[in-house]
T-cell receptor, first 112, second 115 residues
Framework: AQSVTQLGSHVSVSEGALVLLRCNYS??????LFWYVQYPNQGLQLLLK??????LVKGINGFEAEFKKSETSFHLTKPSAHMSDAAEYFC??????????FGAGTRLTVKP | EAQVTQNPRYLITVTGKKLTVTCSQN?????MSWYRQDPGLGLRQIYY???????DKGDVPEGYKVSRKEKRNFPLILESPSPNQTSLYFC???FGSGGFPDTQYFGPGTRLTVL
């Protein structure tokens, strides 16, 4: 079965700084990989996903992630943080056994 | 509007009193799932369904039941709730892409407190 590890439960950056949220996965088959964002008191919404093809994936709000098979990683980045990016971010993986696995989440704080 | 709806949004109950949380989607998705969210643990899958009358256990199925009699509905049943089931619950749906669950569309969540 697949699994996801998010490194760092809390990340704090200054406004305008690079955002880097780390995600490593394990899967016995080529996985589908996702990043979701959760704003306070809301459900989760998709930021971006990787299924097949180009390994650099661009999502909404200026986020992108790169699938690196050799490193089993799918780290999320954004060149310049904005105050509105403060939220909790979840990495997730699905495989051909039909289940979805989520990481424990990373709370991003953006300082003015 | 494409959406996943859950009811109720908030529920306070007592140990042992059976309850059902409803979930409905209007996107004709094959795949539906229930998750619980607890601080520090992220989202954990309780049950999922690949299609009508097809359900399977996720990571934390103990104490929960589900059914999928219609494609659009996927209720979560707690036959005898206990305090350790106090949590935030999310229903989600998606297309299944070649057997892989694809982008999950989440409902707004149900905050359950069991006293």
């Amino acid at each position: 079965a697949q699994s996801v590890t998010q490194l760092g439960s809390h990340v704090s950056v200054s406004e305008g700084a690079l955002v880097l949220l780390r995600c490593n996965y394990s899967s016995s088959v080529p996985p589908y990989l996702f990043w979701y964002v959760q704003y306070p008191n809301q459900g989760l919404q998709l930021l971006l996903k990787y299924t097949t093809g180009a390994t650099l994936v661009k999502g909404i709000n200026g986020f992108e992630a790169e699938f690196k098979k050799s490193e089993t990683s799918f780290h999320l980045t954004k060149p310049s943080a904005h105050m509105s990016d403060a939220a909790e971010y979840f990495c997730a993986v699905s495989g051909n056994n039909n289940d979805m696995r989520f990481g424990a989440g990373t709370r991003l704080t953006v300082k003015p | 509007e494409a959406q996943v709806t859950q009811n109720p949004r908030y529920l306070i109950t007592v140990t042992g009193k059976k309850l059902t949380v409803t979930c409905s989607q209007n996107m004709n998705h094959e795949y539906m799932s229930w998750y619980r969210q607890d601080p520090g643990l992220g989202l954990r899958q309780i049950y999922y369904s690949m299609n009508v009358e097809v359900t399977d256990k996720g990571d934390v199925p103990e104490g929960y039941k589900v059914s999928r009699k219609e494609k659009r509905n996927f209720p979560l049943i707690l036959e005898s709730p206990s305090p350790n089931q106090t949590s935030l619950y999310f229903c989600a749906s998606s297309f299944g892409s070649g057997g892989f669950p694809d982008t999950q569309y989440f409902g707004p969540g149900t905050r359950l407190t069991v006293l």
